[in-house]
């Protein structure tokens, strides 16, 4: 399902302040791409939590990836590209659950240069 409902999505990541704000709107106005912001609360309702904030292949069960390819569904509505931005610096720890639920995922990972 998550292949059907997101055939390419790319994963922006960085650390506050490091451009990826930036970089996600300018992406999302391209007429083909969807752009999900900051949706950590889909994380946080949808995965048990843990003290890290660590989320590993594991943790992507076939119920998880079901409820989250829903909640993605209900807050899109759509099939079309997708681009999404994760800036919280916790959720660079979670690329292993993101590959996992999605398979065809690309991860932008946006680093600040601050000299």
């Not at 076939?62 to 099939?79: L, M």
Request: charged share 25%; proline share 8%.
């Amino acid at each position: 399902m998550g292949r059907r409902l997101i055939p390419r999505p790319v994963f922006l990541i960085g650390c506050a302040r490091s451009g990826t704000s930036i970089l996600g709107e300018a992406i999302a106005a391209h007429p083909r791409v969807a752009y999900l912001f900051e949706v950590n609360s889909i994380w946080n309702e949808l995965v048990p939590a843990k003290p890290d904030h660590r989320l590993e292949r594991a943790d992507a069960t076939p119920e998880v990836a079901r409820a989250i390819y829903q909640a993605f569904w209900k807050r899109e509505g759509t099939s079309r590209g997708f681009a999404r931005r994760e800036k919280p610096k916790k959720h660079v720890i979670r690329i292993p659950f993101l590959a996992a639920l999605f398979p065809e995922a690309r991860f932008l990972h946006v680093m600040r240069d601050g000299a």
